[in-house]
Each structure stands twice: as C-alpha cells, then as structure tokens.
C-alpha cells in the first residue's frame, strides 16, 4: 500500500486505529501496513479487549488484537485517527460516547482523521462533517448531506487533513493521501475548507 518514498515519513509518531466487530478487513489491515511501513506506531483501539471480527463484505473475515481498550486509550497521545469501514463497526461505534468523544479530540485538534467506506458515518456524530468534502461508500451520501458536508464520487477526497474514500478498491490511493495528510500533521485552518 506505501511505496518507498512513504518510507520513515512517520517514524516516531503514534496513530489510533478505531474500530469494533464487523470492520471490513482490507479497509483496517490495509492502512495499518501502510502506517507501518511508513515507520508509525499503530494502535488498534476498541471499546473491549481481546481480538475484534473483521469481515470481508458479508462474509466472515479474520480477527484482529486490540492494541488499547478505548476508556484506557488517551486520544491526545495519538497524531492522528484512522477509521475504517464496515457495516455494522462504524455503526456500532456511533452509539459509544467514549468513542464519539475520542473522535471529537482529533476534530477539535485538527489532527488528520483519515476514514473509509462506511467510516464517516461516526464522524457525523462526533460534529466532523458540516460544510467539510467528502466521499465515502454511495448509502452514506444522504447522511452525510444531511450533516453539512459536500458529498463527491471520488476514489479518495482530501479536506484539511481530512481523507476519505469510498470502497476497498479505493485503498491504494486512500493509504497514499493518508499518509500524506498525516505527514504534514495537524490542519489548523482545515474549518475554513475551500467550496
């Protein structure tokens, strides 16, 4: 997913990863690989411990160790917030305050919040949408009209350090910009997002 000039861009940075059962699963390895080799520090972060179920569209995938629980995860130890998609993760995630709130951090921070698929759907509840551009997986684009945001149909979307895309196919593109944004680090003008 990074090619070799993503190589060490992130050496020494911590990132969160936010997801329950049901992620899908290309759409949390695939960003965590690329994190990796770009020389982060990745953490799994769910609201239990143990291993999370990933799915693969409909099918059962393979499961992944939670790295830190989400009422032991500090938010402001991480640099920035990846979350991927899934039907049933982002949508389960949504009715956790703890992690509503552990998404507002990185809004609030303007720290880069990359998010795919079905992701977005958490960021409307955390206040991350309004008037920002996004995509995401085409049944969300009412939602996400409907919270403010601009929806486009583009395999990945970047706002101020925010990264969206719509589906697994879109993955190379979405790690490359996702790296990107959070090599460059916090957007404190990202609020005043160009039309």
Known sequence: MADETMTGDLRGKRYAVLATDGFEQVELTGPVQALKQAGATVHVVAPGAGRIQGFNHHDK???VAVD??????????Y???????????P????????????IR??????????AICHGPWTLINAGAVKGRT???????QADLENAGAM???REVVTDHGLVTSRKPDDLPAFCAKMIEEFREGRHDGRRHAAA
């Open 134 to 140: 996004m995509t995401s997986w085409p049944s969300l």
């Open 61 to 63: 995938g393979e499961t």
């Open 91 to 102: 949508d389960a995630l949504r009715l956790e305050p703890a992690a509503i709130t552990f």
């Open 151 to 153: 929806w486009v149909d």
């Open 79 to 89: 640099e920035g917030l990846v979350l991927p998609g899934g039907v049933i993760n």
């Open 68 to 77: 830190v629980t989400l009422d032991q995860a500090k938010a402001e130890e």
């Open 105 to 114: 951090h990185f809004v609030e921070t303007a720290k880069p919040i990359a």
